[in-house]
């Protein structure tokens, strides 16, 4: 099966992620993604590829609906 063919919408989107960001680093992602990681999924015509990303969790307290932060640790300079 070729992939281009059956997801065209999908490889413009990498074609062009690959142009923003390097072939290397898009390269990458998606290799990590078909590896069990993830850090890339995608699907288009019934086809998918990668490994699915799980949605957020939204947690409500006081009628506010608040979600998790992921804070990046950052180096010291």
């Given at each position: 099966m070729n992939l281009r063919e059956a997801m065209p919408i999908v490889t413009e989107f990498i074609d062009a992620c690959r142009v923003?960001?390097?072939a290397?680093?898009?390269n990458e992602?998606?290799?990590?993604g078909m590896q069990g990681?993830?850090?890339?999924?995608?699907?288009?015509n019934g086809h998918t590829i990668g490994t699915p990303i799980?949605?957020?969790k939204i947690y409500t307290t006081m009628r506010r609906d608040i979600q998790p932060l992921v804070i990046a640790k950052r180096g010291r300079q």
């Open positions: 923003a960001f390097g290397s680093s898009v992602s998606i290799k990590a990681f993830e850090t890339f999924y995608a699907s288009e799980p949605e957020p």
